[in-house]
């Protein structure tokens, strides 16, 4: 694919599509999109405010406060790290852009994995071994097929060399245990292979007792953790990244190369960003707070359309982390094949074309098109104003909100429909006459 032939990316795209369908009066349900609709606290905003005179370029890695901040975050997640590893960015997206131009050799990448490595790793004409994800959590790729695809990879002449894991992962939202993540360090060190650890959705774990483990406990020396603040706090708008860079010379010399892509690129964070990043990875208590409201909520409201695809007969690991499902209607192929449905861009026409659910096909993240597979993200259903979203946030029982609770219902009949037909007619009517009041 040539740069000039660079599509948008595809949840982008579709949620342009859901914009001009719905303003053409469709009404849908959007779980297409991975953005966590949650409104801003004031204490982020006053800061935002604070950080208008920060108006001076500043420096290309970031301001030392803020990666201060940065560095306190890692250590608090037990990564020992000085402000010096730390490198700031406005959003992850681009760190990991500059990484891939940064990195030589190709890239492994688990299958299904979010939407953006591949196209950035061919942007910079980087092949691709993709391998599948384990049966029992997405994001990182089954150790045991790892070594076997690096020897083929090898025997086909590629020099693979760095390695994606997502923890917790999009579009699973499912996070690899530590001994996983202990064998893919394992394999890390023995292949030469650089990883890069996505753990933008690391501070979104719905159970409080569990945690993610980072490859960086393991080779601390040959790991790069990227992560924002647009998934926990909800403010992808604002375009918050940093990573973390080896405290090695080979590390270091990453880093630099980094630092120079940036300069060429995004010059540094946007100074207000800058403020409200130190403040954010400082952790004051009220957005410990905010923090622990929202995860209730993703792990809540997840949890619910989980019980709703595994409800149809979907297989569906139930989500950990972050806010989205990714289920298999492998079991309902033969009833889905009378509708039309033979794979996963099929399956997401009919969920939007026919049934008003918006969601992203299995493809679009590297899976075998011909599965029946689709991410939804379901935190595209706290609500469409802030008092909703508000009501959401500091409810004890989300799904028990009736905005909240209709749109699930919907759903439920939507799903129910894929599998029992006779039943359409009627639930199309009291479907439609839903979404017509809540979207
Ligand atoms: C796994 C993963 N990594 C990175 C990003 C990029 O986030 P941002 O550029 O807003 O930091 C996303 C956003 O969807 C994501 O899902």
Redo the contacts with the bound molecule.
Sequence with gaps: MSAHAFPPSP?LALDELVTRRRRAGQPLIHLGF??SRLPVPDFLADRLRTGAARNRYGQIGGESDCREAAAGYFTRRGLRTHAEQVVM????????LALMAALPGAVVLPRP?????EPQARLFAREVVGVSAPPQCG?VPDPDRLVPALRAARRAGLRPRSLVL?MP??PTGTHAPAAVVRRLAEIAEDWDLLVIS?E??RDILHDPADRVTSPAEYVPERTVV??????SLA??GW???FARFPDTVDGLALQSRVIGLASEIWSSLAGPMQEVAGYALSEPPELRRHLAASTRLHGAVAAAVHEVVAGTGAICRPPTG?FYVYPDLTPLRGRLAKLGIRDSQTLERHLLDRLGVAVLGGHHFGDDPAALRFRAATSMLYGESDEEQWLALESTDPVALPHIERLLDTLSDAFTSLTDHTARPAEKARRSAALHTFC
Excluded: H
Excluded at 113 to 117: A, E, G, P, Q, S
Excluded at 226 to 231: M, V, Y
């Design positions: 949840n991975g953005e960015a406005p959003g992850s997206k681009p760190v990991l994995c979010w939407v953006t490595y994001g997502t992962d999009n996505d933008i959705y990227t992560s924002g603040l647009s998934k403010l992808g375009r918050i990244g972050g």
